[in-house]
T-cell receptor, first 113, second 117 residues
């Protein structure tokens, strides 16, 4: 089976840095994705990692360690608008899992003023 | 605006009703998906269409019936649903189903919030 685990909730204050972790145990791996979903809105793509290391995109960075089955999403200089659910997803690479995304339950981030 | 439009945004139906959800993508993508999002649960893949052919049916009950008349439109026909089917139904598209070496990320619509009474 495919297991994607991330914390249910996190809180942080405006201007701070927050790290959202994601661990996965899957039968194959062809990339890890992070999506952001504001309440009542569509999930939107944030980042993609397929090789080990850090990918930086403005205030957001995503890290991957394939050997540890671990990723994190780092949000810097938090803003109120960053309050949202953050979804971690792993893409399968073989057989019936090829190309398919397996999602975690999402981490609800609340940013306080 | 993600380029994927879903209607209706909200739907309330009885267990004996028949209704349909509609999805349209304006991105020129070749693959379209239906996902179910329930509270406290991961997104669940329901159906995948690639170039208008259904390539995956993830053990979804027959009371959900998808239709893909062309690469830009996707429907989910609903009949004799159960209260436990109440959820947010998300449509998504991607350039191709097999993303190859690229990200091939999904573009989601805002969803249709379904309540079954």
């Amino acid at each position: 089976g495919q297991n994607i685990d991330q914390p249910t909730e996190m809180t942080a204050t405006e201007g701070a840095i927050v790290q959202i972790n994601c661990t996965y145990q899957t039968s194959g791996f062809n990339g890890l994705f992070w999506y952001q979903q504001h309440a009542g809105e569509a999930p939107t793509f944030l980042s993609y990692n397929v090789l080990d290391g850090l990918e930086e995109k403005g205030r957001f960075s995503s890290f991957l360690s394939r050997s540890k089955g671990y990723s994190y999403l780092l949000l810097k200089e938090l803003q109120m608008k960053d309050s949202a659910s953050y979804l971690c997803a792993v893409r399968g690479d073989r057989g019936s899992t090829l190309g398919r995304l397996y999602f975690g339950r999402g981490t609800q981030l609340t940013v306080w003023p | 605006e993600t380029g994927v439009t879903q209607t209706p945004r909200h739907l309330v139906m009885g267990m004996t009703n028949k209704k349909s959800l509609k999805c349209e993508q304006h991105l020129g993508h070749n693959a379209m998906y239906w996902y179910k999002q329930s509270a406290k649960k991961p997104l669940e893949l329901m159906f995948v269409y690639s170039l208008e052919e259904r390539v995956e049916n993830n053990s979804v009950p027959s009371r959900f019936s998808p239709e893909c008349p062309n690469s830009s439109h996707l429907f989910l026909h609903l009949h004799t649903l159960q209260p436990e089917d109440s959820a947010l139904y998300l449509c998504a598209s991607s350039q191709d189903r097999w993303a190859g070496g690229g990200a091939g990320e999904l573009f989601f619509g805002e969803g249709s919030r379904l309540t079954v009474l």
